[in-house]
């Protein structure tokens, strides 16, 4: 599998009809003091308008929205920070102007129910479609289902078990199943032409996908899937065709501001990709990576061009190749498990829990990241995988990866 050097991957020759063209792009959340200025200030559709030609033409867009919508202060108890944006932030989405908002991620559920309630709400009234998301643990399950082109598209959204999750009586984020999300797929790809997996998962910041949400995914496509794309590791994966049908491992940040005073161009986190599929009755014929860039100013996310955006393709080509070797996918989360940075293994090797601290309500939330390590999946295949290390006492000899994997982390190759 190579993108050409346009970024485009073309798969089979399209048939009778005219053709879906979808749009999907990453993490959205515009987040912090400096992107409410700029929207209090006008500045929106600026942001935006670099991205218009694109987003006119797609017939269906699509984005990760990974925020509550929310002025509460009912933040949850969990690991790792708690992330909302206020209702104003959707004059940013307006400029995006796209069609479905992404729900089920680590951060829906950050200020408990009713502001799942709300966001779903204001999306809603404001014109937009939503997923992943619901009252309960059934509405948030329900694909949604939309039609295009005289083509009928059914779009499920799972995310990693972490934290704000729908119960069987309480709002939150669609939560992953294997078994059902399985079973779903095959249910909803007999009542569709075209069958979207979309999840939300993996280990932040590495530029491979881990063996467990490779397999994951083909088994998405063996159920039905005629299109699989995961969200949420902060960094551009690599993609395939698995069974003629594609998967895209990670498109990174769309829009998702960090402190001014982080801001590096070599900084993955600020340089993602959308990507741009035309699709037929039977799927996804052709697709095109469209590489994109915010900067410190936030002031607008801008397609790469010219140099960086062929070397932007020849990075993703390279980071692809892993995936079609499963000795080398697994190498390469080997090295993750056992590099200095991975916080599980932290967690375990420096464990200061005591039975008494589980009954300790001061002590809940400083136990909330051993919580996060056996229930989320990337997290908890992480602690698997490390363990095995140490028991086979291949730690050392696992780090071989390791400076590949560092190199593959930064964008040194872009030049602004």
């Known amino acids: ?33 400096r992107a409410q200025q700029l929207i209090a200030t006008g500045g929106a559709e600026a942001v935006m308008a670099p991205l218009q030609n694109l987003l006119q033409a797609a017939d269906l867009s699509i984005i990760q929205f990974e925020t509550p919508l929310t002025e509460a202060e009912s933040a949850i108890c969990k690991s790792g920070p708690n992330i909302k944006c206020p209702p104003q932030s959707l004059e940013l989405l307006q400029a995006w102007g796209g069609d479905v908002a992404l729900l089920a991620n680590n951060h829906t559920g950050d200020f408990d129910d009713i502001p799942v309630l709300e966001t779903i709400s204001l999306l809603e009234a404001a014109g937009f479609q939503t997923v992943g998301a619901g009252a309960d643990l059934a509405e948030a399950a329900k694909p949604l289902l939309l039609q295009r082109q ?34 779903q797929v095959r249910e909803l790809k007999s009542q569709v032409d075209l069958c979207l997996v979309i999840t939300h998962g993996g280990n932040e910041h590495n530029p491979v996908p881990s063996p467990r949400v490779v397999s994951m995914s083909r088994a998405f496509v063996d159920a039905g899937a005629d299109l699989v794309v995961n969200i949420h590791p902060h ?5 395939e065709i698995f069974q003629g049908k594609p998967i895209v491992y990670s498109l990174g940040n769309f829009y998702f501001p960090e402190r001014s005073e982080n801001y590096r161009p070599d ?25 994109t860039h915010f900067d410190d100013s936030l002031s607008k996310i801008e397609p790469l061009q010219g140099q960086n955006k062929k070397a932007f ?21 080997e090295a993750w498990a056992a590099s200095q940075s991975n916080y599980v293994a932290r967690l375990i090797r420096q464990a200061a829990w005591s039975e008494e601290d589980f009954a ?16 989320c999946e ?20 696992a780090e071989k990866y390791l400076p590949q994997l560092q190199k593959w982390q930064k964008a040194d190759f872009i030049k602004l």
């Open 1 to 33: 599998m190579k993108l050409d050097a346009n970024g485009k991957l073309h798969i089979r020759e399209a048939k009778n009809g005219l053709p879906l063209n979808l749009l999907l792009a990453g993490d959205f959340c515009p987040r912090f003091e």
């Open 150 to 183: 005289s083509l009928s598209i059914g779009i499920i959204n799972v995310a990693e078990n972490e934290f704000g999750g729908a119960l069987f009586d309480r709002p939150g984020a669609n939560m992953l199943a294997h078994f059902d999300n399985i079973r």
């Open 235 to 239: 960094c551009p994966q690599g993609l």
């Open 267 to 291: 900084n993955f986190w600020y340089t993602g990709y959308m990507l741009q599929c035309q699709a037929d009755r039977l799927g996804v014929f052709e697709l095109q990576v469209i590489p």
């Open 313 to 333: 393709f020849d990075y993703i080509n390279a980071i692809s190749a892993p995936i079609a070797e499963p000795r080398e996918l697994q190498a390469y989360h």
């Open 360 to 375: 300790d309500p001061e002590k809940k939330a400083s136990l909330m990241p051993l919580r996060n390590i056996f229930t």
């Open 378 to 397: 990337a997290h908890h295949e992480l602690c698997s995988t490390w363990l095995r290390l140490f028991e086979q006492s291949r730690l050392e000899e």
